[in-house]
């Protein structure tokens, strides 16, 4: 086996929990069917709210094989991240008995951590809010893990008995992207043969609400949630909140290749770039995410007009939408006019740190069927939004090589490459 071969990084196992569904097949199905899983907030009373809308998970603790201990010990972003990564193992195929635990590591992005499990139990020990000093005693015993993020990938690492290079990657809504690529970059370094990588996010709670309120970023179309999450869209007016996971074995192409697997797709190229310059705002000619775009095609060894499709970070606020219309026309040149681009927010909302590694998994399935998912709920593409967003229907399309990309407050802007493993000449 070439040496090439041995520093390739694929993914052999996908695992996703999103709305709509548990599953990767439920997940596919949503969204090669154009359908949307955003509703009115059932979680909480969401009128004192400006929105009162989110894409929330039917998740059921009992169902998806967790035993109680496991359920009352962990945040709900902590169960979707096992649960998630269990559904990922059985897909590899991978005897684990058969790996050195200690080559086996785990990387989980998340933005928020464990919000819902703090919020809930911040009610309950200041009763609802009324006591100034709260009573610790009514806390679960199992506080600390939701006040660490940290635990997330503790979880995943007892879940499969990794005892590699495990940690958390928290950069905000590329979180997802970001933890795919430190996973990679640690299977090239060779501090790990299996990296099990991914993001999870739960963050469908009263304070989330109330701080995107505050600064109108979510979107107050309260009376029709099924067509909320409109990118790219000219009515849209702010994004989706979503939850979910997706994670993914990970392996080098020598390996995968030794065990017969199935290969779903290589991580061939990877950037995150900051633009220095705004906690929320965004320079409205997308040089940012263009220098990410540029770099993870480079790494790749792809010129742009390889790309067959793009996933879109595609949030439905205006800024957002034309600053990555700017990006793909900055990075990708005329053929930006040429390549399909889609976002699968406008069906599973914004899941923030999760959804990266939820866009991935659905660029892989892309790849896997030849089916571009479409951008639901664009009827009136806005002007300054004049590239080919896949309105409505999904569509047949040849697809080897996936360009994934991702924006996040704070000023990240990621990118990563996807391709077909013999797509990529080394």
Known sequence: MSADAQRQVVITGIGVTAPGGQGTKDFWDLLVNGRTATRRISFFDPSPFRSQVAAEIDFDVE???????????????????????????????????SVDPARIGVTIG??????MGLDQEYRTVSDG?????????????????????????????????????????????????DSLGYAADVIRDGGADIMIAGA???PISPITMACFDAIKATTPRNDDPEHASRPFDASRNGFVLGEGAAVFVLETLAGARRRGATIYAEIAGYASRSNAFHMTGLRPDG???AEAIRVALAGARLDPTAIDYVNAHG??????????TAAFKRSLGEYAYRVPISSIKSMVGHSLGAIGSIEVAASVLAMAND??????????PDPECDLDYVPLHAREWRTDTVLSVGSGFGGFQSALVLAAPDRVSR
């Open 371 to 380: 089916v571009v998912p479409p951008t639901a709920n664009l009827h009136h």
């Open 287 to 289: 040089r940012e995410m």
């Open 63 to 97: 169902l998806s094989g967790l035993t109680p201990q496991e359920a009352r010990r962990m945040d709900r972003a902590a169960q979707f991240a096992v649960v998630t990564t269990r559904e990922a193992l059985a897909d590899s195929g991978l005897e684990f008995d």
């Open 315 to 324: 949030s439905g606020t205006k800024q957002n939408d034309r600053h990555e």
């Open 129 to 177: 809010g009324r006591l100034e000093l709260v009573d610790h005693h009514y806390a679960v015993p199992h506080l600390y893990s939701y006040l660490v993020p940290s635990s997330f990938a503790t979880e995943v690492a007892w879940a499969v008995g990794a005892e590699g290079p495990t940690s958390v990657v928290s950069t905000g809504c590329t979180s997802g992207l």
């Open 110 to 115: 998340s933005a928020v951590g464990a919000t």
């Open 200 to 202: 999870t996010d739960a």
